[in-house]
T-cell receptor, first 115, second 109 residues
Framework: GAGVSQSPRYKVAKRGQDVALRCDPI?????LFWYQQALGQGPEFLTY????????KSGLPSDRFFAERPEGSVSTLKIQRTQQEDSAVYLC?????????????FGDGTRLSIL | EDQVTQSPEALRLQEGESSSLNCSYT??????LFWYRQDPGKGPEFLFT???AGEEKEKERLKATLTKKESFLHITAPKPEDSATYLC??????????FGTGTRLTIIP
């Protein structure tokens, strides 16, 4: 596809369940980013990959959050033992490379609701 | 701490009424400032990148400018379809964008 694709678009889970969110970046894009967006706020950085290497995970809120990009393309954000405060929109973005200040292009996000 | 502040939080304009949105930042080592548009239920859509003070970019009714401490998004003769939340984001020394909280723009027909 032409853009960043995220699935599912909506996810409802009970507190304590594990969830997995998927991101398909734009083909050929080297860099991939995950952000968390609370209602009425701007996106906040979670983690960043260059190809398959996770270069920055400083924004992950706790060790319940885990992200991977094993083949340098599709990425998965996993949240274990979900809590109500994890409810948010999770956005994925990709950019062509990491050294030329290329813009990040976003998917439409996964809206996660924890009951 | 590096910060990005957008103002106003919300702005209502009549169709055709021009105005400006502000994004101010406190940072050393700015690598780029990005403007995005976000519609409800959608991800941010890239509009502009500005790299250095004095730079300007234009697209249809939008014009973005950059100084050493702030950026403006000027909207000329807006139409109802310009209604959206406009986000500003700054790229510092590392690769992650730091976003402001956005300006929610409503254009009234």
């Amino acid at each position: 596809g032409a853009g960043v694709s995220q699935s599912p678009r909506y996810k409802v889970a009970k507190r304590g369940q594990d969830v997995a969110l998927r991101c398909d970046p734009i083909s050929g894009h080297v860099s991939l980013f995950w952000y968390q967006q609370a209602l009425g706020q701007g996106p906040e950085f979670l983690t960043y990959f260059q190809n398959e290497a996770q270069l920055d995970k400083s924004g992950l809120p706790s060790d319940r959050f885990f992200a991977e990009r094993p083949e340098g393309s599709v990425s998965t954000l996993k949240i274990q033992r979900t809590q109500q405060e994890d409810s948010a929109v999770y956005l994925c973005a990709s950019s062509r490379d990491s050294f030329s200040n290329q813009p990040q292009h976003f998917g439409d996000g996964t809206r996660l609701s924890i009951l | 701490e590096d910060q990005v502040t957008q103002s106003p939080e919300a702005l209502r304009l009549q169709e055709g009424e021009s105005s400006s949105l502000n994004c101010s930042y406190t940072v050393s080592g700015l690598r780029g400032l990005f403007w995005y548009r976000q519609d409800p239920g959608k991800g941010p859509e890239f509009l502009f990148t500005l790299y250095s003070a004095g730079e300007e970019k234009e697209k249809e009714r939008l014009k973005a400018t950059l100084t050493k401490k702030e950026s403006f998004l000027h909207i000329t003769a807006p139409k109802p379809e310009d209604s959206a939340t406009y986000l500003c984001a700054v790229l510092f020394g590392n690769e992650k964008l730091t976003f402001g909280t956005g300006t929610r723009l409503t254009i009234i027909p």
